[in-house]
């Protein structure tokens, strides 16, 4: 028993054409068409426009040592957060076990982060009276 099936060849799509467009749909005329105006990119009118070839690339941005400083201590915070939870979690079945607390487990976590957020204020005045 035989099968005759032939094989297909795909063709790959056409690329994306990065080229402006060189009409674009302006008004309404009263006939309900509308009406199309070729403007096209050029050198002379919009130098502003970051699509345009002929437009000047921006310096990048460089940002001091104090910004860096401060993104190094919100990415330790956040470092530090995420680890005090995970002790947390991990500790509470002891922490629950030596208080007997049963179903009120729970709590152990919730007075932990509440007393946290407590103190937050308290520690924003600290920072904000040492001289720095």
């Not at 009118?45 to 690339?57: A, F, L, Q, R, V």
Request: hydrophobic share 40%; proline share 8%.
């Amino acid at each position: 028993m035989s099968s005759n099936i032939s094989a297909t060849t795909a063709t790959a799509p056409e690329p994306l054409s990065l080229e402006p467009l060189q009409g674009s749909i302006t008004s309404n005329n009263s006939s309900g068409n509308y009406a199309s105006s070729s403007t096209a990119y050029s050198s002379s009118s919009n130098k502003n426009d970051p699509h345009n070839p002929n437009h000047p690339e921006e310096a990048p941005h460089v940002y001091g040592w104090r910004f860096y400083a401060v993104f190094s201590g919100l990415v330790a915070t956040t470092l530090l957060s995420a680890l005090d939870g995970a002790i947390v979690a991990t500790a509470l079945p002891t922490i629950a076990a030596t208080l007997d607390l049963g179903p009120n487990y729970v709590w152990v976590a919730n007075i932990y982060w509440l007393t946290g957020y407590v103190m937050l204020p308290v520690w924003i005045y600290v920072c904000f009276t040492l001289p720095l």
